[in-house]
C-alpha cells in the first residue's frame, strides 16, 4: 500500500469553553501578511484543538466535556495554515527537507511541528507516532488490525468506497487503543467519517485548499459540542389565551424521533421562545407522531444551532433546528419536510413574573394536539405538557430568553421594540 504524505495529531480536547489559542498574538499580523504574500509547497497536517463556543446569554454546561476527536489539516494554501493557527490549531506537519519552514513558521507563531520520513510521521525527538496506509480493496482493509503493535495510529485513505468501510473500521477497532483516521477532502466527508456507526473513527486528515472547509468543520465541530450543554429555560406565567381566527401554521417533520418532553422552541419574537412540545404523545383520535412539532404560523421564529433563529417558513429538507427537552437538554435534528396549511390559530401571552413589563407570545394552531412544555420541578409528578385548547392565565409554561434583535437570525446588540 502506497504511503500518504500525512500526519497524526495530539489529542482533540472539546471542553465547554473557548479554545485556548497558544497563538503568539505580537506576531498575528505578520502570519496574516506571510499568508498574502507567501503560498507553502508542502503537505501541511494541523491539529485541531477544538472547543465549544457558548452562545452570548451561554447555555449552561452540565459537566467538563472531552469528547477525543483528532483533526489533521492537510494543505499546501498558506491561508488555511493562516485560518488554523489564528483559531488554535497550532501543530503542524513538516517533511524532514522543510525543518527550515518549520523554523520560519515557528518565528511567526507558536507552533508544534511534527516530521514525515521513512513512510512514517515522527515528533522533534525522533519517535513514529503513525503508520499511514491507501486503501482501495477489501483485501488492503483488512491489513488493518487493532492489535498491530506497531501503530498506535493508523492514517487511511480510502479511495474507492467510503461509508461502508468506514463503517467496518469502527467495529473493527472497537475499544482499541489504535486511533484511525480517515483523508477527507470535505468537511462532509469529514462529517461522515466522525459518525460513522454513531461513534465514529478516532479522527479525520482535512485535505484543502480552501480556508471555507477549515471554517467549516471548526462549525460542524462547534455544533457538535453545543448539544452537550444545558439551555437555561425559565418558567413563565400564562396571561391570556384567546383564539384570533385562520393563518397559516408550519408543521416541522424531523428525521428523528422525539421522545416525551422534547419539542421545538418557538415564538412570535426572539427574545422568548416557548417549548413547543412533539406530537409524540398517543390519543384516542389520532396516532402519535413523534417525529412531527406543529410549531406555529409562518412568520413565528425557531431555534437553530449556532445560537440562532430561524423563521419557520425558512425551513426546508435537509435543514437543521435543535430539540429541546424539559430539562434543557439539547440535540441536533435534521429536518425532512415540511407543511403549511392554513388553520386557526391562538394567541398565547405570558409573563415571568407580575411585576414583569415584557410580554412573550405566541401563536399556534388551536388544536388538541398542540401542548406547551411545562417547568420540570425535581421529582414533584406534574404533567409534562399542556394542551393549548386546555392552557388558561395563570398556568406555568417554559421560555427560553434571549437577546431580541436579531439581524439573518444571528443576534446583534442594538435598539429594537417588538409588539
Known sequence: ????????????????????????????????????????????????????VAASDSPVSTSLYEQSKRVWIWTENGQVMTAAVERGWNTFMFSSQNQGLAAEWSSIASIDPLFIKEGGIFDGAG????????????????????EDEHARNFVIDLLDWQVIPAENIVAEFQGSQTTVFAVSKSSIEAQLFLEALEHGLGGVVLKAEDVKAVLD?????????????????????????????????????LCSLMRPGEGLLVGSFARGLFLVHSECLESNYIASRPFRVNAGPVHAY???PGGKTSYLSELKAGKEVIVVDQKGKLRTAIVGRVKIETRPLILVEAKRDANDQTVYSILVQNAETVALVCPHEGNKMQKTVIPVTSL???????????????????????????N
Do not use: W
Request: hydrophobic content about 40%; proline content about 4%.
Open 1 to 52: 500500500m502506497a504511503a500518504l504524505s500525512s500526519a497524526p495529531a495530539p489529542l482533540v480536547r472539546i471542553p465547554t469553553q473557548f479554545p485556548c489559542i497558544r497563538l503568539n498574538h505580537g506576531k498575528v499580523q505578520s502570519l496574516r501578511r506571510f499568508s498574502k504574500t507567501k503560498t507553502t509547497h508542502l503537505s501541511i497536517n494541523s491539529i485541531v484543538r477544538m472547543c465549544s
Open 127 to 146: 519517535k513514529r507516532v503513525a503508520t499511514i496506509f491507501e486503501v482501495s480493496t477489501p483485501a488492503e482493509l483488512k491489513k488493518l488490525q487493532p
Open 217 to 253: 468543520l471548526k462549525e460542524y465541530f462547534d455544533r457538535r459540542n453545543e448539544v452537550h450543554n444545558r439551555l437555561s429555560l425559565s418558567k413563565a406565567t400564562v396571561t391570556q389565551v384567546h383564539a384570533v381566527g385562520m393563518g397559516d401554521r408550519v408543521c416541522v417533520d
Open 302 to 304: 425557531v431555534a437553530v
Open 392 to 418: 388558561k392565565a395563570g398556568d406555568a409554561v417554559l421560555l427560553r430568553l434571549q437577546g431580541g434583535a436579531r439581524h439573518t437570525g444571528i443576534e446583534i446588540q442594538e435598539f429594537i421594540v417588538e
